[in-house]
């Protein structure tokens, strides 16, 4: 599946926290100066063909409705950021957390508390 760009995320985040909405709809949620309907349209019709949402038809109008979940969305993601970035490594994003002391010690002993609470688990 492919990625978003932020416009697309920032329209899904409206369909994952909304629910089903028609274009018009999604217009409500901005300030002015209001994107065109025809960009909105355009960036929803491209959604639809990425895969990430689907619509039901009211005549002529369609209702869009999120396909993909924020959860499984945010978890792919991170992957591809983990895959592209990291070589794959766990290791190395949390090294990189470390090194960066974005990451606290007591953070990184809960990480390990579950890692270890989950491989108990299995």
């Keep these: ?8 995320e920032e329209i899904m985040n409206y369909f994952w926290h909304k629910g089903p ?3 018009k709809e999604l217009l409500d949620f901005y300030d002015e ?3 065109h309907f025809n960009t909105l349209s355009t960036i929803v019709r491209g959604l639809e063909e990425k895969g990430y ?5 009211y005549g002529k109008t369609y209702q869009y409705f999120a ?11 991170l992957r591809q950021v983990i895959r592209k970035y990291f070589n794959s490594s766990y290791l190395g994003i949390v090294s990189s957390l470390i090194e960066e002391e974005d990451i ?15 491989n108990a688990e299995q």
Excluded: N, Y
């Design 1 to 8: 599946m492919k990625g978003l760009t932020s416009k697309e």
């Design 21 to 23: 909405l028609f274009v």
């Design 33 to 35: 100066p209001k994107p």
């Design 53 to 57: 949402v689907s619509h039901k038809a």
């Design 67 to 77: 396909v993909v979940s924020e959860e499984s969305f945010k978890k792919r993601t």
């Design 104 to 118: 606290s010690l007591k953070e990184l002993k809960e990480l390990i508390e579950k890692v270890e609470k989950g």
